[in-house]
Structures are given as structure tokens and as C-alpha cells.
């Protein structure tokens, strides 16, 4: 019954490869969003989809590039790994309306790269 | 540029003691957010508040909203080693955007020995 998963939780790579993280949403929310929580705890979103619209694209390396197949779905493909984009990246997910801003978390995933 | 100023950074206590935890900002928010996250875990929503000067009472924690919208306590009450975690407030700048962009502050570890 889990409401926002992600997999992996954890991945360890080498610099210059290309991986992708998914997250999946049973709540019934229209709206998705990729956040990047950096190794001080400070959190920034990245990009945001609604019912499958990139809405949300911060200044984020062209090397990342979400995709959303359906308004369930979200995922983060990250071409050329380098070291600086070690971190926990977080997907969430709300419902458009009023209340968009109130997001729900999945439970992260650990990115290393070496 | 950091929206929201969170304090203080750390915070060590014992069990039973009372704390104050302040997010502050020279923005005006349409709606502000408290999540708590534990180590390996994504943020967890605690609270939502939108009208300036509101109070919510979640147990022992007590969130209120700035008259301005600018501003942001969390007061908790006899505080228990449960509570420990990081503390993070979000603000929503326009309430019902189409964006849901929320700006977060650095957070608040908070340590609640036995």
C-alpha cells in the first residue's frame, strides 16, 4: 500500500555512465515532481510534470531528462554521470488545485557516483 | 537565493524539555508546509497552514503562521526521543499555482535525548 515508491533506494556507479531512477504513485495525483537533496539536507526541486506536461524545469543540467509515460509514473534518466550529481533524489507527487502545494514524498534514492 | 531562513541549524535537547523552531522569510507565502524526514526516509507531511496568524495543533506540536505570511513557528511540548528528526518548512508563493514550486529552508536537525 505504499503511496510514492522509487527504485532503486540505492545506486553506486561510475563516472561517465547513464542511469535512470523510477517512482510511481498509487494516490491518484496529477502532478509529479523530481527533487535533488544535496549532502547538507537542502532540497530543490527540479522538475515537475502535470497529467504527463513538463511544467517545472529549474536550471538542471541538459544531461537529466525526466519522462512521465502516464500521470502515475515519473521517471529521471541522467546521461554522463559526474561526481557532483551524488546526492538523494526524491520523487513527489500532489494533486492540482488548491492544495498542489501539499506534496507527498517517496523514500529517496542514494546516488553515488565514483 | 534562500527564501526560507531556518533556525536554528542544530538543536540538542533532553527529554521532556519544550523548543522553538523558526522559519522566516522577507517573502510573502501563499501557503507554508512542515515536513519531518528520518535518516534514510523521504520528508513526511506534518502540516499545512494558509491563512496568516493561523494555529494548528498536531499532539504536542503547535505550528502557527505568521499575521504577514512571512513567517513560521513549530513548538514542540515536552519533547521525546520519537521527535527526533529534520525538521523542514516550505512555502508555496502563489496558493493553487499551476507550478506547486515550494522553496524549502535548510532544515532543522533535531536530536531528543533519553
Known amino acids: 500500500d505504499t503511496a510514492v515508491s522509487q527504485t532503486p533506494k540505492y545506486l553506486v556507479t561510475q563516472m561517465g555512465n547513464d542511469k535512470s531512477i523510477k517512482c510511481e504513485q498509487n494516490l491518484g495525483h496529477d502532478t509529479m515532481y523530481w527533487y535533488k537533496q544535496d549532502s547538507k539536507k537542502f532540497l530543490k526541486i527540479m522538475f515537475s510534470y502535470n497529467n504527463k506536461e513538463l511544467i517545472i524545469n529549474e536550471t538542471v543540467p541538459n544531461r537529466f531528462s525526466p519522462k512521465s509515460p502516464d500521470k502515475a509514473h515519473l521517471n529521471l534518466h541522467i546521461n554522463s554521470l559526474e561526481l557532483g550529481d551524488s546526492a538523494v533524489y526524491f520523487c513527489?507527487?500532489?494533486?492540482?488545485?488548491?492544495?498542489?502545494?501539499?506534496?507527498?514524498f517517496g523514500p529517496g534514492t542514494r546516488l553515488l557516483v565514483l | 537565493t534562500q527564501l526560507l531562513e531556518q533556525s536554528p541549524q542544530f538543536l540538542s535537547i533532553q527529554e521532556g524539555e519544550n523548543l522553538t523552531v523558526y522559519c522566516n522569510s522577507s517573502s510573502v507565502f501563499s501557503s507554508l508546509q512542515w515536513y519531518r524526514q528520518e535518516p534514510g526516509e523521504g520528508p513526511v507531511l506534518l502540516v499545512t497552514?494558509?491563512?496568516?496568524?493561523e494555529v494548528k495543533k498536531l499532539k504536542r506540536l503547535t505550528f502557527q503562521f505568521g499575521d504577514a505570511r512571512k513567517d513560521s513557528s513549530l513548538h514542540i511540548t515536552a519533547a521525546q526521543p520519537g521527535d527526533t528528526g529534520l525538521y523542514l518548512c516550505a512555502g508555496a508563493r502563489r496558493r493553487g499555482s499551476t507550478l506547486g514550486r515550494l522553496y524549502f529552508g535548510r532544515g532543522t536537525q533535531l536530536t531528543v535525548w533519553p
Open positions: 513527489a507527487s500532489s494533486l492540482s488545485g488548491p492544495t498542489r502545494e501539499t506534496q507527498y
Open positions: 497552514v494558509v491563512t496568516g496568524g
